[in-house]
């Protein structure tokens, strides 16, 4: 049963039908339980839930903003003190979270239900959702096709209808990416914007910021509204923004922008004509409004950065390895791990101190010029995937490939796979289907993924917007503008969403 048309509603538009006393918070539960029991056995989206324990938490008197409004919690960093947090992984299967993250805590205050954990790559490595451990999560669009990663469960939870929203991270586009695929919005924040403590300061050097995916703009101001400030823990502080959020989308944008936007994949590879054409019919509509667009790339080497990255990703890896030995107790195998985790981890210990300074230096350039070309150009857009979803399995290792890793995994040897010229074909085909998304990243920038455009074979792409750091406020404004377009992707286009 569909209830009050649960599936319908934002996380603001339930709030305030149980605000109005239009529906119980135990009517709303009841809602979402019922479709997560009837929609996630096919999509796979939530992978741990909490439902004896969250209906407990429904009786309590919290008067938050989000008030027994459902919210789904992603296994990755999000923690909840008692609650498993396995990070997509078999090794981390049997960890239980000691206290929640300045995240949940936050989010907490406001009332919102965490009703489990969704679906990520092990260790979230991946830009699809596909884990050995738990298998893979399916797009609501076409279940045969990915919802992106790393946050793809989350994307799965939310386009499917389990619920309004869900908790995401972004550590190369893992926002962003489910969002275009699932149809959804997606905003990256500002380095520093929202929390990432107490147990750390930075996640990957500050590349990864902690947010949400969801159905409408609104919910992501009023979400950012809640988790922006300052934290003990926190490496990195962005430029203050007193106001509200969703205060300032209601405001719309009041002068014409000077926008920049390129079609063209900064690592130089293939762009689908679809994701560029989604871009285009973005421009005209825009220059339609009155605003001052030009074709102009962004002023940085792609590839010198697209290297930095990796080597990044290198290190990164296989410094939570380490990390995790001292969290199991144990040393972690070959066995253990996926053969890609393995490889990167490898990697990493085959990259020197010296590498990964410089790959950082390359950021701090590139950040640096990024804000030059911001004093100039307002926004600037791109795809935001090169390609469309891809299909379940399309991102396995190949006969061969395995191989070499199994035995380079047993031996040790991350030389001898560069010898074999595999790492250089696992860093292109990694990259080459979603190469825009990492820039943001790097330079600390926000960015957002919006619902623009659906392909001929009924599958959703997003646009990339990027604009200088701390200006949150003028993506979301430009988002809520395009909402109120035709342009905006509906979530009713998706067969699946209207299952019961």
Known sequence: MNHFGYENYDGLGIAELIKQKEVSKPEVLEAALNKMESVNKDVNA??????????????DENEG???????????ISQEMKGEPLTLGSKVHKDYVSNEDSEYVKRLRKQGLLFLGYTNVPEFGLMAVTEPKHYGPTRNPWNLDYTPGGSSGGSAAAVASGMVPFAGANDGGGSIRIPAAYCGLFGLKPTRGRTPVGP????????????????KTVRDSAALLDILNGVEKAGAYTAPPFNGRY??????????????????????????NKECQAA??????????????????????????????????????VSASISRLEEVIGKRVKYEDVEPTTWLLSLLGKATTA??????????DRAAYEMEVFHE???????????????????????????????????????KLLKKLGIVDKLVEDSLKRVPFTQLANLTGQPAMSVPLHVTNEGLPVGVQFMAARGKEDLLLKMAAMLEQTSLWTPLNENPYFKID
Do not use: C
């Open 46 to 59: 939530f992978i741990y839930t909490r439902k004896e324990k969250v209906q407990k938490e429904i009786l």
């Open 65 to 75: 903003i989000f008030a027994g409004v459902p919210f789904a919690l992603k296994d």
């Open 199 to 214: 147990k750390n300061g930075r996640y990957w050097q500050g590349a990864t910021v902690e947010h949400a995916i969801t």
């Open 246 to 271: 969703l205060k300032e989308i209601e405001k719309g944008i009041e002068t014409p922008l000077k926008i920049a936007f390129s079609i063209e994949s900064p690592i130089l590879t293939e762009v």
């Open 279 to 316: 871009v285009i019919k973005t421009v005209k509509h825009l220059e339609s409004l009155g605003h001052h667009v030009i074709e102009k790339n962004a002023p940085v080497d792609g590839k010198k950065l697209a290297a930095s990255y990796i080597t990044l990703y290198f290190g990164e």
């Open 354 to 363: 010296q590498e990964f300074v410089l790959s950082l230096q390359e950021w």
């Open 376 to 414: 100039t150009y307002d926004l600037y857009i791109t795809p935001t995937t090169a390609f469309p979803p891809a299909k379940i399995g399309d991102h396995d290792l190949k006969s061969l490939e395995k191989l070499a890793l199994e035995v380079t995994g047993k031996i040790g040897s991350a």
